[in-house]
């Protein structure tokens, strides 16, 4: 059974707030990719809808938009997710992971895009509760 930790960023305040989901509302991430829109209801905030930003595994790799799949892969890099260089010119091969959610994906990063009919404090509280 599938776990995951949803860190849900609201884009106006800044603030970000974390759930955990397990149960059959973690399986239907499963195969959702970095980018697409989902319905709250997947992570208990009903009338919300989220977006996927990102994510790391179990060994703390970082899940890369630019690579397909779910699977890690060594990639070269030169800057962005995964990687940040201290001198210009500067790339290294890291170990990365794909962009599907597996289970193996450990954290999830989403943002608000549209906010439902209560205020975000309220219903991550509720879901805690």
């Known amino acids: 059974m599938a776990e995951f930790k949803v860190v849900i960023n609201d884009t106006k305040t800044g603030k970000s707030y974390q759930k955990v989901i397990s149960g059959t509302k973690a399986n239907s991430l499963i195969g959702k990719r970095i980018g697409q829109e989902i319905d709250g209801v997947f992570v208990d905030l009903p009338g919300y809808k989220l977006q996927i930003t990102g994510g790391t ?7 890369r938009p630019n690579l397909q799949g779910p ?6 890099l030169k800057g962005g997710i995964g990687f940040h260089p201290k001198r210009n010119g500067m790339r290294k091969r890291k170990l990365v992971r ?19 009919p209560k205020p975000i404090d309220e219903a991550v509280q509720e879901g805690v509760a």
Do not use: A, H
């Open 57 to 63: 595994d179990k060994d703390g790799f970082p899940m």
């Open 71 to 76: 699977g890690r892969k060594k990639l070269l």
């Open 98 to 116: 794909g962009n599907t959610i597996s289970g193996d994906i450990v954290q999830i990063n989403m943002k608000i895009l549209e906010y439902g």
